[in-house]
């Protein structure tokens, strides 16, 4: 599932379970964007975006896949992140 609001002067989008994991990665590009990543036994589990919603796609598809991104948390929260960025089995779309 996912809800998103534009009630705020910036985008918002929750999808999954974005509290529950046993690790999370996160970032800050600006004052207007943020994105964190809640992960559980080395896949997504949930998130939360603000700002740019963009990659919410590529995301739930790692969640719904359940990519193991175990050693990669870094580069899904690269501000240009593209699924072509992980290696093995998440690359293969």
């Known amino acids: 599932s996912s809800y998103s609001i534009t009630h705020f002067d910036f985008p918002f989008l929750s999808f999954g379970h974005p509290t529950l994991g046993d690790d999370h990665v996160e970032a800050k590009y600006s004052d207007t964007e943020w994105r964190r990543l809640a992960i559980k036994d080395g896949k997504i589990v949930g998130g ?6 963009s990659p919410q796609t590529k995301y739930k598809k790692l969640m719904r896949e359940q990519v193991d991104v175990s050693g990669q948390k870094e580069i899904l929260v690269k501000q240009d992140f593209q699924l072509d960025d992980l290696e093995g089995a998440a690359a293969e779309q």
């Open 48 to 53: 939360v975006l603000i700002g740019d919603l």
